[in-house]
């Protein structure tokens, strides 16, 4: 298997795979009703809503990227989009990462081995580098997911 197709594997297996570190997103995520998805158990830090947006975001830019667009400033962005009241809202924010997701790798299908050592547009570093860091980061906020689903759990769910 060529790198490129592996990576494509990883990313979809952060989301729906059968991963061996615990949970992927989807899996993290089922069950997670409006009042666990709003809640912030840990106060100062971030809601699992706040989470989804967070991930679909940095897997738009991805997205973007490699289409040819290029890696905003971190400092220059607003990476915590706003989470919304409803249930509606809450199934949609699930359902546009789906589709993030889904483009992403729809995107790495037609992505060459050899542009893997090409540096990203206007970084230091590669498109290699790229796609295994939002391998990291899907990584460490599933289990940011896991752990607050947990903390936000009803007794009557348990």
């Known amino acids: 298997m060529d790198e490129v197709r592996f990576i494509r594997d990883q990313i979809r297996t952060t989301f729906d795979g059968r991963s061996w570190h615990g949970p992927n997103i989807r899996n993290a995520l089922d069950g997670v009703d409006l009042a666990q998805a709003r809640a912030k158990p840990l106060e100062e830090r971030h809601s699992i809503w706040e989470l989804v947006n967070h991930i679909n975001y940095w897997m738009g830019e991805t997205l973007n990227v490699l289409r040819g667009g290029s890696i905003p ?43 893997l050592m090409e540096l990203v547009p206007g970084r230091d570093y590669t498109y290699r580098t790229l796609l295994h860091g939002t391998l990291h980061h899907n990584l460490y906020h599933a289990g940011q997911i896991s752990m607050l689903k947990k903390k936000t759990r009803s007794p009557e769910k348990v």
Do not use: H, Y
């Open 73 to 115: 400033k971190i400092e220059e962005v607003d990476d915590w989009p706003p989470i919304g009241d409803t249930e509606e809202e809450w199934e949609a924010s699930k359902a546009a990462l789906d589709r993030t997701v889904n483009q992403l790798l729809d995107a790495l299908v037609g992505f060459g081995e050899e542009r």
